[in-house]
């Protein structure tokens, strides 16, 4: 059976939180309580298709609200502003390891005001697929959810 997940399948925890929104999706494509039970007994196949449909559907919405995306190490931080065909990035590193904790909000706010022992680039990637799969990339790499106030920090530096 080909898979019909366009990203990944959500998990147990993720399904449980949303399981009003897959009630209302199953009764979209006709599918009351108890058909969904003797399709999850008898027709696995067919019930493993609905949950990853399901979770394009809830993936792609979440996805196609983030415009800003961030990763963290203690020595290297990266913020991403996604475009339709493009991701704009600036990377931080340091000089040398060890003066700054990247991790904390508060070090990484210091080297940025300081500009001192750091290295600050600044880039831009054509997406190679469409903006949501970008989104999944990043976001399955390690990124987190980030926002245009944070992004507004680097503008200055080119």
């Given at each position: 059976m080909q898979s019909k ?34 399709i999850n007994e008898k ?54 390891k060890g003066i700054y ?58």
């Open positions: 997940a366009k990203y990944r399948i959500l998990n147990n925890e993720e399904l449980k939180e949303l399981e009003d929104e897959f009630i209302h999706f199953l009764i979209v494509q006709g599918i009351d309580n108890d058909k969904w039970v003797k027709e696995k196949e067919k019930a493993i298709q609905l949950v990853e449909i399901f979770s394009n559907t809830v993936l792609e919405k979440a996805y196609s609200k983030i415009y800003f995306l961030e990763y963290r190490s203690e020595t290297f931080y990266s913020i991403f502003k996604i475009l339709k065909n493009e991701t704009l990035v600036f990377k931080v590193s340091q000089k040398q904790d990247f991790l904390k909000d508060n070090e990484l706010s210091v080297a940025i005001q300081e500009k001192r022992n750091i290295f600050i680039e600044k880039g831009m990637k054509k997406h190679k697929e469409e903006k949501l799969k970008e989104v999944h990339q990043l976001c399955t790499q390690g990124c987190v959810i980030s926002n245009e106030k944070r992004w507004e920090l680097f503008k200055h530096f080119h």
